[in-house]
């Protein structure tokens, strides 16, 4: 079975947002998304709103809701108080935990499951108790012992933060012992009963590498790289390309 997609619209938002004016729309591109085949929709929405606005929210889940009942709705973001209710409130198919400072400009790096093992647990089990699947950013590389502790806190699944790996795209030496490190920490997942999802700079031409090392990808989420294909092919042909290349 291939990795399902979900697109990630934060750079579709951050594009609008330059100017005070309702386009580029992003539940009409969504909309085109999901008719070409994407499984789900992504947003990460941040406590400055740079990208997405919380007022987007019921307009994202109303889209899926009434128009793509078997898709997905997926919200990532650090799990302050105010980001659980929003969650809460918006009741997302899944929720993808991230340890990020509200200062990033992007998602840099993975959850500490040692360390925040604790922390994780209280917050996974408010969010199962809503019904909600979680999963929790993840780095790339990780040992048996982090992966039983990230099992610890009752998630779904991780999201393996592929970023490094995108970011050797000019050089196959570097790319294959990031690949083998993403595969190793995927499969110690897997065994633990963890599902496995990825993302972060994945494009149409690292994926299939990926999706060969990782036979039991879940889920890969895609925001920059797919932006910017959309500009030359157009969202619904983009769409299907990288449908394409999970495998």
């Given at each position: 079975?291939?990795?399902?997609?979900?697109?990630?619209?934060?750079?579709?938002?951050?594009?609008?947002?330059?100017?005070?004016?309702?386009?580029?729309?992003?539940?009409?591109?969504?909309?085109?998304?999901?008719?070409?085949?994407?499984?789900?929709?992504?947003?990460?929405?941040?406590?400055?709103?740079?990208?997405?606005?919380?007022?987007?929210?019921?307009?994202?889940?109303?889209?899926?809701?009434?128009?793509?009942?078997?898709?997905e709705f997926n919200i990532e973001g650090y799990p302050s108080e105010d980001f659980l209710a929003l969650v809460e409130r918006h009741e997302p198919e899944q929720v993808t935990l991230v340890p990020d400072d509200p200062a990033q400009p992007t998602s840099d790096h993975g959850w500490d499951f040692i360390a925040d093992q604790r922390y994780l647990r209280e917050t996974v089990t408010r969010l199962k108790f809503k019904g909600l699947r979680v999963s929790l950013f993840s780095e790339p590389d990780l040992d048996e012992r982090a992966i039983t502790a990230a099992k610890a806190t009752g998630a779904d699944r991780i999201e393996l933060y592929t970023g490094p790996y995108g970011s050797c795209h000019d050089d196959s030496v570097r790319s294959a012992k990031s690949l083998q490190k993403l595969a190793k920490t995927a499969a110690l997942a897997?065994?633990?009963?963890?599902?496995?999802?990825?993302?972060?700079?994945?494009?149409?031409?690292?994926?299939?590498?990926?999706?060969?090392?990782?036979?039991?990808?879940?889920?890969?989420?895609?925001?920059?790289?797919?932006?910017?294909?959309?500009?030359?092919?157009?969202?619904?042909?983009?769409?299907?390309r990288f449908v394409s290349a999970c495998g």
């Open positions: 079975m291939s990795a399902r997609l979900s697109v990630n619209i934060n750079a579709i938002a951050y594009l609008r947002n330059r100017r005070d004016l309702p386009w580029p729309s992003l539940t009409h591109l969504g909309r085109i998304a999901l008719a070409a085949g994407a499984h789900g929709l992504t947003v990460h929405p941040r406590p400055d709103e740079r990208h997405i606005r919380f007022s987007d929210l019921p307009d994202i889940r109303a889209l899926i809701d009434d128009e793509f009942p078997g898709a897997k065994e633990a009963g963890l599902g496995v999802n990825a993302g972060h700079d994945l494009t149409v031409a690292n994926l299939p590498a990926l999706a060969q090392a990782i036979p039991h990808l879940l889920e890969v989420s895609i925001g920059h790289g797919l932006t910017a294909d959309a500009l030359e092919f157009g969202m619904a042909q983009t769409v299907r």
